[in-house]
């Protein structure tokens, strides 16, 4: 089993920046592909990002691509998100995701694992 916390929103003005953490327990964390998913209201659950277990590979959502960056550290079990250029539109509720499936995801049902969410509030 994997548990999730985030941790690093909170309300920015738009262009700036935020940086968000995910902190994993449990020994097999190294095993398991990570995500980050964002939830506004109104709105269903939206892909943000994914990495996969090493961290050799990374996919973006269109909207963010060229303004947030996914990483991990294995040794401390963690992933992050970073966000720059922040918008209004960003918005939102998010998630840090983990699944055990080896292969690229951007959907919801195949993560087995969440975190209960961080705000991220973007002003104008």
């Known amino acids: 089993q994997v548990q999730l916390v985030e941790s690093g929103g909170g309300l920015v003005q738009a262009g700036g920046s935020l940086r968000l953490s995910c902190a994993a327990s449990?020994?097999?964390?190294?095993?398991?592909?990570m995500g980050w998913f964002r939830q506004a209201p109104g709105k269903e659950r939206e892909f943000v990002a994914t990495?996969?277990?090493?961290?050799?590979?990374?996919y973006y959502a269109d909207s963010v691509k060229g303004r947030f960056t996914i990483s991990r550290d294995n040794a401390k079990n963690t992933v992050n998100l970073q966000m720059n250029s922040l918008k209004p539109e960003d918005t939102a509720v998010y998630y840090c995701a983990a699944r055990l499936t080896t292969y690229y995801s951007a959907t919801t049902k195949d993560y087995d694992y969440w975190g209960q969410g961080t705000q991220v509030t973007v002003s104008s």
């Open positions: 449990g020994r097999t964390f190294s095993r398991y592909a």
């Open positions: 990495i996969s277990r090493s961290g050799g590979s990374v």
